[in-house]
């Protein structure tokens, strides 16, 4: 027993298991909040998801809600980028003065609205003028646009809207019709004009490329017809529903943010631009771009 005791004595202690080394995190991303414009949450989502396969350390959300909301949102410090297919508004300016934000724009992209009609209208064309009267309710059938004495049943969007602004500047010149329809995006307004024959409607270009369920009017300025599908002349601005699609953000970009922006601006960039169904930046727009992001 004695011997035992001794034996047990001189035995090596077992030794402590082993801690495991610590794993460190993986480094934060850096975080892209965007959100607005509906008209421009499509392709801003499809150019922020080919961004990130080669920016692994950035995660962008991109979501819509129209222009008022991206704009209110950046103003109150709730998004990094606000999409708007409109400028700011003068009572936005003196709010974003007030909260201490400058904003800044930048262009990625021309739309142009187009109106919508069922493919089943015989109507092929119109003018400003009498679809301003539709829109305001002053002509309410068919006849006005030379088709038959059907009533017009009319499609719009939610005030919120940059594209129920825009319309409402350049073409509807006064108040809508109370018989608007109004929809929460583009989607819905050619998904109601498609089931409805008698109805008309305005959109963003990308939402009309590549679907035959609408038919596009062509607009008759100064005797000729004119496109929304004709790239040359809504560039030139001989379209007269071109607009630009404006970005804003507080103060100059930098880090993460200037290179989403420079990668909007890039060879891929347009190219996903295009095959969403809208149109490279207006030319006077293009060096305003380039100083902004030091090109």
């Not at 080919?50 to 991206?70: L, P, W």
């Not at 959109?203 to 062509?218: F, W």
Request: charged fraction near 20%; charge should be negative.
């Amino acid at each position: 027993m004695i011997l035992a005791l001794a034996l047990l004595a001189c035995s090596p202690e077992t030794p402590a298991p082993s801690k495991p080394e610590a794993v460190a995190p993986p480094p934060a991303k850096t975080e892209l909040v965007i959100k607005g414009s509906d008209s421009e949450v499509n392709v801003v989502q499809k150019l922020a998801e080919e961004f990130m396969k080669t920016h692994a350390d950035v995660a962008i959300s991109v979501t819509g809600g129209g222009s008022g909301t991206g704009v209110a949102a950046l103003i109150d410090g709730g998004c990094t980028l606000a999409n708007s297919s409109r400028d700011f508004e003068p009572e936005e300016k003196v709010k974003a003065l007030d909260k201490k934000v400058t904003p800044v724009s930048f262009v990625f992209a021309t739309d142009a609205v187009g109106l919508v009609v069922n493919p089943k209208n015989p109507v092929t064309t119109a003018d400003l003028a009498t679809v301003g009267k539709v829109f305001r309710g002053e002509e309410k059938t068919w006849t006005a646009l030379g088709g038959g004495a059907t009533p017009i049943s009319l499609y719009g969007r939610q005030s919120n809207s940059g594209t129920y602004t825009f319309f409402k500047k350049v073409v509807v010149n006064g108040e809508y019709s109370a018989d608007v329809k109004q929809m929460n995006g583009n989607a819905q307004i050619v998904e109601g004009v498609a089931a409805d024959e008698a109805g008309i409607g305005y959109v963003a270009a990308g939402y009309v490329k590549g679907k035959a369920n609408v038919k596009l009017l062509n607009l008759v300025v100064d005797g000729a017809e004119i496109s929304p599908s004709d790239e040359a002349a809504v560039i030139s601005g001989k379209y007269p529903l071109a607009r630009p699609l404006y970005q804003f953000m507080n103060g100059k970009p930098t880090g993460a943010l200037k290179d989403f922006l420079a990668y909007e601006a890039s060879d891929a960039g347009k190219a996903i631009i295009a095959s969403e169904g809208f149109y490279p930046v207006f030319p006077d727009k293009v060096a305003a771009n380039q100083a902004l992001l030091g090109q």
